[in-house]
Nanobody
């Protein structure tokens, strides 16, 4: 059974930093592309960042230069380091396992989401 579990969300002031973690079990993690997505109230889900099994990374335009995605294949975990946070970054952040780069597929597994709230 595949499990995708996010952690690290919370409340932070604008300009601050936060690090999200996502632990995966039940899959050969080192061969999976992984991604972070977010959804704010009343908005569609949007791509945040992805890291391929090769280590190649990509970012959404709104977070490029502020967020950094990384992975630890020993711990079966990916991270999202978020800096210079803005109120518009407020959303539920979801981890996705087995993406196709920045794209989700019918075989993508999702975590339950973690709330990030940035106060002005």
């Amino acid at each position: 059974q595949v499990q995708v579990v996010e952690s690290g969300g919370g409340l932070v002031q604008a300009g601050g930093s936060l690090r999200l973690s996502c632990a995966v079990s039940g899959r050969t993690f080192s061969r999976d592309d992984m991604g972070w997505f977010r959804q704010a109230p009343g908005k569609e889900r949007e791509f945040v960042a992805a890291i391929r099994w090769t280590g190649f990374t990509s970012y959404g335009d709104l977070v490029k230069g502020r967020f950094t995605i990384s992975r630890d294949n020993v711990k079966n975990t990916i991270y999202l380091q978020m800096s210079s946070l803005k109120p518009e970054d407020t959303a539920v952040y979801y981890c996705a396992s087995n993406t196709a780069g920045r794209l989700v597929t019918g075989s993508t597994y999702w975590g339950q989401g973690t709330q990030v709230t940035v106060s002005s």
